[in-house]
């Protein structure tokens, strides 16, 4: 695999704005990057091995080579490689940003690239799919192909999707919560990955409508950057095999995110994203409403994942903001273009890893992609699609462990070691996927979860399934292993009975023609 570094070139072209969220403008200009490429090896492929039936003294040896190819294959994709890859810069030219969160507390901040007569500019992404070639002798339908990425979703060449990550996975049989403003499930690029969710707001629904009137669709942008099918806009999320559970719950508060919560684990997420912040966490023990709290050790005790975004102030007041600094919520700071951790991304000790968060676009309730945005929603969002992946590579690995896997497969930036605008460093997708992480590998986001349990009136700490020392705990890697076994038997013993038969049958006229089954 190739190693993923930071590339970049000057972007020329001015950018303007054509619209924002209702907070405040602060006109800081941001970093500007061009577009990163980069040079992928290619996968590997393979073809199917035919023998006629004149060639008897060799059907026994090519079925044995065949059947060891398989179970090599087979172990090869349980191990993984080790995968240096870490995020790229790339991307968009960006002029200016607006700052602060909004009122109602979703921290991220909208800015629109805008052609000349001011219409967003919406792309659209050539259609791309990924070949598979398999042992079987017949021909295989072709896969349903994934439209590949608009050319302003840089991510996706920072983490590898297409090369290192899709071929694994798309994060098939994982539900992802977006509390947020609803999604518009009506949109051709959401419908199909939006199921009925629920609105905790009192006002009823199920979600699959979006209510914001700040940001002209948060919560249908947040999942575009997970699940968005890109039928139409061709913006793609990172896993698009997911489903979105969308919960209406716009204000943050302590007994309202709580509800939002409870209602995700109990209509099955797996995990939940949380792109929205408040500020008042040092007004609680642990920096987390007791509500809350009880609510993320709910989250912990079923096996839910949860995501937060880390905030939006960290140049200004840079307080911290909940959920994200509850115990027990994998916390996300933005990542900026230039490879440094964006300006505003909250400087805080509850930060664990980072994700690309400024040039960072999404798709608006109204079905326009746009090219750019910048906040630790964002990063939030595309942490929380990078944990789906994990999970749906892993379905049994507990949640502890999934997030101690993305933790300690971040790559680091800056000074060594953690720091607190983008903690232990950002997440690596393909080193999640593939590398191997010791079951007494550090983490924090649960540790500090046991001990605000155990300090809680009559807790005793949220239930800690024991880490398995293995890369593979789902039982996934042990069931290829033992079909890799089967399938070695089986042809090796219909080989060798093969070759048997015609070898006491008397030799007839050979056939010229196909034989039948032979493509």
């Known amino acids: 695999m190739a190693e993923h570094g930071f590339v970049g070139r000057a972007d020329g072209g001015p950018a303007r704005m054509c619209g924002y969220s209702s907070s405040e403008q602060r006109g800081r200009s941001s970093s500007q990057a061009g577009k990163a490429g980069l040079l992928l090896p290619a996968l590997p492929f393979g073809r199917a091995v035919s023998t006629s039936s004149g060639a008897r003294g060799r059907v026994l040896a090519v079925t044995t080579v065949v059947a060891v190819v398989a179970l090599a294959d087979l172990m090869a994709f349980r191990r993984g490689a080790a995968e240096p890859g870490g995020p790229v810069v790339a991307a968009q030219c960006l002029s200016a940003r607006a700052g602060t969160p909004s009122s109602r507390g979703v921290a991220s901040t909208l800015r629109v690239r805008c052609d000349d007569d001011a219409t967003t500019k919406v792309r659209v992404a050539g259609a791309g799919g990924l070949g598979m070639v398999g042992l079987a002798m017949a021909p295989a339908a072709a896969a349903h192909a994934t439209p590949g990425p608009g ?55 199920d979600g699959r409508e979006d209510f914001d009137t700040h940001d002209n669709g948060h919560g249908t942008g947040m999942a575009s950057l997970i699940a968005s099918q890109g039928t139409k806009t061709g913006f793609v999320g990172i896993a698009p095999e997911a489903k979105i559970l969308p919960v209406t719950s716009p204000a943050v508060t302590g007994p309202t995110t709580a509800k939002a919560i409870r209602f995700a684990v109990d209509h099955g997420a797996k995990v939940v994203n949380m792109s929205q912040s408040s500020l008042g966490a040092n007004l609680y023990p642990n920096q987390c409403p007791p509500e809350l709290l009880e609510a993320v050790k709910y989250a912990a005790d079923n096996n839910v994942v949860l995501v937060a975004s880390a905030g939006n102030t960290g140049d200004v007041d840079n307080k911290p903001n909940y959920p994200g600094s509850c115990p027990g919520v994998l916390a996300v700071g933005a990542l900026a273009q230039n490879g440094k951790p964006w300006a505003s991304t909250q400087r805080q000790n509850y930060v664990t890893v980072g994700a690309p968060g400024a040039g960072v676009g999404w798709i608006n309730k109204e079905g326009h992609a746009y090219d750019a945005g910048e906040g630790t929603s964002q990063a939030s969002a595309l942490a929380a699609g990078a944990v789906a992946l994990v999970r749906s590579r892993y379905p049994q690995m507990p949640a502890r462990q999934v997030v101690q896997r993305i933790t300690n497969t971040a790559k680091d930036f800056g000074t060594p070691g953690r720091d607190d605008q983008l903690g232990y460093g950002v997440i690596s997708i393909p080193r999640a996927l593939k590398q191997k992480v010791g079951a007494n590998a550090p983490n924090p986001v649960y540790e500090r979860l046991d001990k605000a349990a155990a300090k809680s009136p009559g807790g005793s700490g949220a239930t800690a399934p024991k880490a398995k020392d293995n890369d593979d705990s789902s039982g996934s890697g042990m069931l290829l292993l033992v079909g890799g076994i089967v399938v070695v038997a089986v042809l090796a013993v219909g080989g060798f009975l093969l070759l048997r038969k015609r070898g006491s049958q008397t030799p007839g006229p050979q056939p010229t023609g196909p034989q039948p089954g032979m493509p």
């Open 151 to 205: 050319p302003n979703q840089w991510w996706f060449d920072s983490w590898g999707i297409q090369q290192d990550v899709w071929p694994i996975t798309k994060g098939k049989g994982v539900t992802v919560a977006v509390l947020d403003t609803g999604v518009n499930a009506r949109l051709p690029d959401m419908g199909p990955a939006v199921v009925p969710g629920g609105d905790v707001t009192g006002k009823g629904g």
